[in-house]
């Protein structure tokens, strides 16, 4: 039977003992990091996080920088794969939400990128060394980053405690990233055909390139159709474009009134603003910045579709109905 772990924020002084404990452990004396490196005077103004589990013993940390970059995610050895480590960068992700970053990144080790892309984060630039090991740059924009106010309303607390997952509980990560029209349009209509009771749409401008397509409609209507409680919702910022040029989407709305809901935000997109959709509990498909046809696709990733899930939620509650969009014409 597994120890349940939960994830605290620690403050430098109250913990060094033992962050620096895990981290030695970890780092100097197993990675052989030398110890001029891990011990880098960054400690002190950063928030730190560490793992307990039930008989009171710390057996993993990280921590985040001013600057917004997650670092020294260590779990010990005996405990790796017990899905601790995926506290730890949600707790981290949280708390930079907190904080206000609209872009979090990390240097992950190379063997470790897949762990860091089921958490969301995308690789940039190219592989380089770092205290002697291979590591690649990735990041993740954070999608609550379409509107400030919004944003500022969500005010749930940032770590949450919770039992450890065992990784065979969850679905295998079958993450996709995508740069490019054709190959972001095959990916969004992969996860939306993939959905069997939920969608949810979150697109400043639900883009006719992508979106006001047959395939597109057709697969959102066989999902409304498919059975009495399933649940579409679509948020848009604008709904001036929509209504000037007619979407498949908004006449599909109009037929289905009841099982197809769009809502607009009163926000303005700008660089930062994203685009993404949510299929059931663990399916997302996500562009970073809502104007490029770049980002990345999973269809087993209840960690990061929950978040994206809960970035929707607080939107919507801010979002009203349109009546540009109920007298649309067909």
């Not at 630039?125 to 609550?144: D, Q, R």
Request: proline share 5%; glycine share 6%; with cysteine.
């Amino acid at each position: 039977m597994s120890i349940a772990t939960h994830i605290i924020k620690a403050d430098w002084e109250s913990h060094k003992d033992e962050l620096q404990r895990i981290r030695e452990v970890v780092f100097v004396e197993e990675q052989q990091v030398p110890r001029d490196i891990e011990w880098d005077g960054e400690d002190e103004t950063s928030t730190h996080f560490l793992a307990v589990n039930e008989l009171g013993q710390y057996v993993g940390c990280a921590r985040l920088l001013p600057s917004g970059q997650i670092g020294r995610m260590a779990v010990l050895q005996d405990l790796r794969g017990s899905g601790i480590g995926a506290q730890l960068l949600e707790a981290a992700i949280e708390e930079g939400k907190a904080q206000g970053f609209d872009r979090l990144f990390l240097h992950a080790q190379s063997y470790a990128e897949a762990f860091y892309r089921k958490g969301g984060f995308l690789p940039y630039g190219t592989p380089f060394e770092e205290a002697g090991i291979s590591h690649i740059a990735m990041e993740l924009k954070l999608p609550v980053a379409f509107g400030a106010e919004t944003l500022q309303a969500d005010t749930r607390p940032a770590i949450r405690p919770q039992p450890v997952r065992r990784a065979l509980q969850e679905p295998e990560s079958q993450a996709h990233t995508f740069d490019g029209f054709v190959a972001c349009s095959d990916e969004l209509l992969r996860i939306i055909s993939s959905a069997q009771r939920r969608l949810l749409i979150l697109s400043p401008y639900l883009d006719h390139e992508l979106f006001d397509k047959q395939p597109v409609a057709d697969a959102i209507s066989a999902l409304a159709r498919s059975a009495p409680k399933v649940e579409v919702r679509i948020l848009i910022f604008d709904s001036k474009p929509l209504v000037d040029r007619g979407h498949r989407l908004m006449d599909l709305a109009r037929r289905l009134d009841g099982k197809i809901k769009i809502r607009v935000l009163s926000e303005r997109a700008d660089s930062q603003s994203s685009a993404f959709v949510c299929a059931d509990l663990d399916a997302y498909w996500l562009l970073p910045s809502y104007d490029l046809h770049a980002g990345v696709a999973d269809t087993g990733n209840p960690v990061t579709c929950r978040r994206l899930a809960e970035t929707f939620e607080t939107a919507w509650s801010k979002s009203k109905d349109d009546t540009e969009l109920r007298t649309l014409k067909l």
